[in-house]
Every structure is written in C-alpha cells, then in structure tokens.
Nanobody
Framework: QVQLVESGGGLVQPGGSLRLSCAAS????????IGWFRQAPGKEREGISC????????YYADSVKGRFTISRDNAKNTAYLQMNSLKPEDTAVYYC????????????????WGQGTQVTVSS
C-alpha cells in the first residue's frame, strides 16, 4: 500500500523552527520527485518546495526561499522540510506529495499525497 505520512507539525512562536518529515511506505522515494505544499484556511493549496528525482535540484516558492530547506534521506525513505524564521503567515496544513515527473507546482502534477500536518505560528 502506497502511503505518505507527514509529521513534525505543531505550534511555534514567530522566529522559531520546525522540521517536517514525510515518511513513505509501499514504494521507494528515490524514484520520485518530492514536493511540499501548504494550505491555509480559505486559500488554495500552494507548492512551496520540491526536490528533483533526477539530480536532487531543489526549488522554492519566493515566500519561503532562504528560510525553508527540503532534503531527502533515501536510506530512511523519508523527506524533510526544515523551516526556520517562521512567520504567522506560514500557518497552514502542510502536505508532502510525490510525482514521477518534474517539479511543477500544479497540484494535478502530483500523484500521491499525505494526510497533512498542521503548523501554527503564533505568539
């Protein structure tokens, strides 16, 4: 059974950090591009980071560039999103997803999704 499970969300103060994990089961992550998305209340789901399946190139939305870092550990079959300097506007449900294709933000490009993990940035 193909499954992605996110973890690591929570409540953090502005300026704080969190590391999200995306654990895969039923398939090996190294054959896929991995994307991180988020969805705030009343807003559309947006892509914020992606790591290529081919050469490990990474991509970031302007809103998180310089603050977030995506990585993957193929031995653990897990991807990560390190989030630093968090802001209240980062509050959202965060999702990981996989695709056999290229890093593209359109949600229709992605085949498998996790259930999401809540991140709340508030003092």
């Amino acid at each position: 059974q193909v499954q992605l499970v996110e973890s690591g969300g929570g409540l953090v103060q502005p300026g704080g950090s969190l590391r999200l994990s995306c654990a895969a089961s039923g398939f090996t992550l190294d054959s896929y591009a991995i994307g991180w998305f988020r969805q705030a209340p009343g807003k559309e789901r947006e892509g914020i980071s992606c790591i290529s399946r081919y050469d490990g190139s990474t991509y970031y939305a302007d809103s998180v560039k310089g603050r977030f870092t995506i990585s993957r550990d193929n031995a653990k079959n897990t991807a990560y999103l390190q989030m630093n300097s968090l802001k209240p506007e980062d509050t959202a449900v965060y999702y990981c997803a996989t695709t056999e294709g290229l890093c593209k933000w359109a949600t229709t490009n992605w085949d498998s999704w996790g259930q999401g993990t809540q991140v709340t940035v508030s003092s």
